[in-house]
């Protein structure tokens, strides 16, 4: 299993962009990485997957470096309603993967 | 279409009574996965299943059996509850082969 780790918590302010990084050293070649969101009482919701350079959609941007041993999930211009817990996995579903959350990253925007 | 539901939203138990905790897709999904929630440990998953008819052990299976008779329906029961597994429970449900997973509004449950 690829194991994960990123920062328990950041602040941010409203309007500014937020960069989380994971790390994820020891991530198999057929591995791709997946990023959650999860406000309080709900659960998770996808936000974005790559598996190598740059993917962006209409939430956010993942930066992954050639080496793939970590990546960078870029929120643009953040609001109060970004405030939630952002989650960095790694494996492949099509393999035997057993999804590992971990506790995420607890990211607070401020006014 | 109502994705994944739950039931029930909310249970208080007694140790040493059993339960069984519901969940349910529409979404013809495979894969389907039960996690608990516990503050500052993140999301464990406890049990998965790729397909109707199997299932597999995730990172805290003790205390908790599954079933998944058909596509759809993946119960979660606890055959006899202790106060250690008061947690929130989420269900979820993937594509085979797809990492993303759709979550339902998971299931609070207290043991005391």
């Known amino acids: 299993l690829a194991k994960t780790t990123q920062p328990i918590s950041m602040d941010s302010y409203e309007g500014q962009e937020v960069n989380i990084t994971c790390s994820h050293n020891?991530?198999?070649?057929?591995?791709?990485i997946t990023w959650y969101q999860q406000f309080p009482s709900q659960g998770p919701r996808f936000i974005i997957q790559?598996?190598?350079t740059k993917v962006t959609n209409e939430v956010a941007s993942l930066f992954i470096p050639a080496d793939r041993k970590s990546s960078t999930l870029s929120l643009p211009r953040v609001s109060l309603s970004d405030t939630a817990v952002y989650y960095c996995?790694?494996?492949?579903?099509?393999?035997?993967?057993?999804?590992?959350f971990g506790r995420g990253t607890s990211l607070i925007v401020h006014p | 279409i109502a994705g994944i539901t739950q039931a029930p939203t909310s249970q208080i138990l007694a140790a040493g009574r059993r339960m069984t905790l519901r969940c349910t897709q529409d979404?013809?999904?495979?894969?389907m996965y039960w996690y608990r929630q516990d503050l500052g440990l993140g999301l464990r998953l406890i049990h998965y299943?790729?397909?109707?008819?199997?299932?597999g052990k995730g990172e805290v299976p003790d205390g908790y059996s599954v079933s998944r008779a058909n596509t759809d329906d993946f119960p979660l029961t606890l055959a006899s509850a202790v106060p250690s597994q008061t947690s929130v429970y989420f269900c979820?449900?993937?594509?085979?082969?797809?990492?993303?997973?759709?979550f339902g509004p998971g299931t609070r449950l207290t043991v005391l």
């Open positions: 979404m013809r999904h495979n894969a």
């Open positions: 790559g598996y190598k």
């Open positions: 299943s790729n397909t109707a008819g199997t299932t």
């Open positions: 996995l790694v494996g492949n579903a099509g393999g035997s993967y057993i999804p590992t």
């Open positions: 979820a449900s993937s594509e085979w082969g797809n990492n993303e997973q759709f």
């Open positions: 020891n991530i198999a070649t057929n591995d791709y």
